[in-house]
């Protein structure tokens, strides 16, 4: 099994997907005039503004569901193996995937509230929609729509319960193993997981609001206690910290593990862990009521920076500055060994050491904790992207309980990710992550290439802001912006 999935992972993530991701970052980001960096404070002023409504939720509820599921265990776990496998120099890669991707993620989040539907009282979008109504090729939204079912609602959920399986254990043990049809488990990983599908089971089944309501109170909290706890770490090795940036910056180029391992593994985390270009966020995205659709690209792109400059750089920084890592490229010997060679680099085994270091017998509970709500979260953000491609569906097909079913599938992939091993599961979340990011990056490159829409809603809102006017509008039709149809009937 494991043999496969590193057979079609080598074929998914090869370097054209790197230069892909990279390449339409920054393709973007000239064409918007690097609107990541001249929005910056409208970002953040954005972000604490708008109200939600009968339809849709706020842009910070909109963000806190984008933001559970780029925050997550690629944050933790995602990181250490992105230093394990391509050495510290990956950090850097991570942080230009991170610049280059808010601008991918204003585009393609935009996209998704241009072209957003109104379905059984909730707004509804994503690349499913905005492919079927901006390209007019409905058998690509096909394709997408499907790949998504099966990468959000089976292969992601396995690599964030896995993580939490895996914390839990670090900290209680095993408990004892027992034989199964599944295999030899542990007791620890058979209890975590019951828990886990049976909290997942209650909001899941409690719809939309529930899951942005659930998310917007643990996903700050959660993140803010991980960062303060980075802090203490960093400022208690303050000495130190020159030191690390620049073993990261010059490893980003003369690296230990080589060049092509250490941008390899810093993009494909990268956008594992803040999922610019990959089509998940635009899903959160097109559930916000705002005035205008540029605003929550300019949040979207906002969730960018928190969680692969803010959490994840703080979990890059307590790893290298406390020295708790090894550096083993696939394939080769250890290049780094600093901890025990039978460490899991594909897991939180270095973030817990790291903690642990430093607050002696906190690190394995407190990151256990940190991952268990950050996996958990985006679980619940995988479901409600999964939930929009099976809306999407059900436009053309009515299936009964296509929802019940997805809602089943998700709960028992989870319950399998938590007590099987982690190369498995994250190679399978690689393959899930890595069809997403072909299918809607190459989507939104011809969206822009066809008709610019998330560039003229750019430059509408521009006009509206220089303009200093106290209520944006967005008319669709004088932009020459065709099928916005939620935004016609809007201003109608």
Known sequence: MKEYVDLVNGFIWSSALIYLCLGAGLFFSIKTRFVQVRYFREMYK???????????????????????GRVGTGNIAGVAAAIGFGGPGAVFWMWVVAFLGA????????????????????????PAYYIEKAMGQKWYA????????????????????????????????????VNTALGELSYAKIYTATGIVLLLGFIIFGGVKRIAHFTQVVVPFMALAY?????????????????????????????????GAAIGWGVKRGVYSNEAGQGTGPHAAAAAEVEHPAQQGLVQAFSVYIDTLFVCSATAFMILIT??????????????????????????????????????GVGKPFIA????????????????????????????????????????????ATFYGTVKAADIAWGMGD??????????IIGILIIFFMSKPALKALEDYEEQYKAGVEKYTFDPEKLGIKNADQWISKDK
């Open 46 to 68: 954005l972000l604490l503004s708008g109200r939600s409504s009968e339809h849709g939720i706020s842009s910070f509820q909109a963000l806190a569901v984008s933001l559970s």
């Open 103 to 126: 601008s991918t993620a204003y585009v393609e989040s935009t996209l998704a509230q241009i072209y957003k539907e109104e379905y059984e009282g909730s707004y509804r979008g994503g």
């Open 142 to 177: 096909w394709i997408f729509a499907i790949a998504t079912i099966i990468a959000c609602g089976v292969m992601l959920p396995m690599v964030q319960a896995n993580g939490i399986g895996e914390a839990v254990q670090g900290v209680f043990g095993t408990g004892g193993t």
């Open 227 to 259: 960062i303060l706890i980075s802090l203490v770490i960093i400022f208690l090795n303050i000495d130190q910290l020159p030191g690390v940036f620049m073993l990261i910056i010059n490893d980003a180029f003369t690296p230990m593990a080589g060049f």
């Open 323 to 360: 020295g708790v890592y090894n550096v083993h490229p696939e394939g080769q010997a250890f290049l780094v060994q600093n901890v025990a060679q039978d460490v899991i680099i594909n897991g939180p085994a270095f973030t817990q050491m790291a903690v642990d270091s430093v607050f002696v």
């Open 369 to 412: 904790i940190a991952l268990f709500f950050f996996a958990f979260t985006t679980t619940l953000a995988y479901y409600f992207i999964a939930e929009n491609n099976i809306y999407w569906i059900k436009r053309t097909f009515h299936v009964p309980g296509l929802a019940f079913m997805l809602k089943v599938t998700i709960m028992t």
């Open 431 to 440: 393959i899930g992550v890595g069809l997403m990011a072909w299918l809607n």
